[in-house]
């Protein structure tokens, strides 16, 4: 028998109605344009309930009536869809070769999208803070000119990210117990929102699940695919952090003790043989080098040249490895490719889903697909969005103004 460490806590009248008006904020999110009729019916919720849910969430600009439907029984009914419009989620990522900004509404429609080039690599923690900060600054204000409210903002990282925003490690940055989130915050002299840091798969999953084509999916995997291979890991619906926040560092897995020497200081890891690094002859470490040398990689496999053939079937049969690994450990419903890998696809798949079928216990793989992201490479960001509707939907409801 499993025993709860603490007391239960009773709830009071406001902890209830926040519950209820975030449940109902999400019926209309994944049913609008929809009824108060129909949220009563999806959500279980008493009429008069939910018409005075439906009321503050109006009143908070969250929900907006649309007119009225008469493709129904009985009377007319007034529809509702989500509004949103006074608001913006923001969602940074910062990796070895750029910083992504994006900035969406309650909806998920994008607002903004900027990608700068960015040192990573020979950048001290406080030195991208710094930058961070600038880029925010200049979001909240594009956000304030067109008068919306920022709900939040989180940024990625391609390390191990502690739940108070520390990472840990972050072997391609160089860092380590770099307190990014208070250093962040602080930074933004208190922004008035609430700031969070994450690792840049698990963002990246988020997205995914939240905006991708196999969005929903119950039970999916998202592999970074940029200069360092991390995993995002969502099972039964909910991102998967493990006890400290460690879990998906697939990257540093070995496969060859003898193989090349990767960024961590290790033989033969994952990304040391089945990263970009891997693809490239010479590695570059800004965005406009290594997208000219993957532009020409791609050019010469179109060309049939069969040097770069044979480097991109390794590299995807390396690849297969870590991904069949993935299937035998936790059986996702797909495995989403995303970064550098999605130009390198075509040829990569077939490498990786002859090795995923080979390695895997379960038949048919026990159901996985893999494919190629289609969200860019501002999947972290665009996930450090999700993660601030995701507070949204779990009842953090901006204020009535």
Known sequence: MITPTTDPQPADFADVRATNLAVVLRSVREHAPCSRADIAASTGLNKATVSSLVADLIDRRLVRETGLTENRVGRPATMLVLDGSPYAAIGVEVNVDYVTAVAVDLSGERLLSWRRSFPGATTTAAQAVATVAAIVRRVVNRMA??????????????????????????????????????????????????????????LAALAEHRFGPWAGTANLVYLTGEIGVGAGVVLDGRLRRGGQGYVGEIGHIQLDPFGAECRCGRLGCLEAVAGIGAVLEHPALSPAEVEIELDEVVRLARAADSRTLSTLAAVGHNLGKGVAMIANLLNPEVVILGGYYVPLAPWLLPAVEAELRGRTIAPDAGGCQVVASTLGYGAAALGGAARVLDSVDSGRLPRVS
Do not use: I, K, M, S
């Open 145 to 202: 000119r067109e008068e919306r409210q920022v709900l939040g903002l989180a940024v990625g990282v391609p390390g191990l990210v502690g739940a108070d925003g520390t990472v840990r490690v972050a072997p391609n940055l160089g860092w380590r117990d770099a307190d990014v989130c208070g250093d962040l915050t602080r930074a933004l002299r208190d922004p008035g929102f609430p700031v969070r840091v994450d690792n840049d798969a698990n």
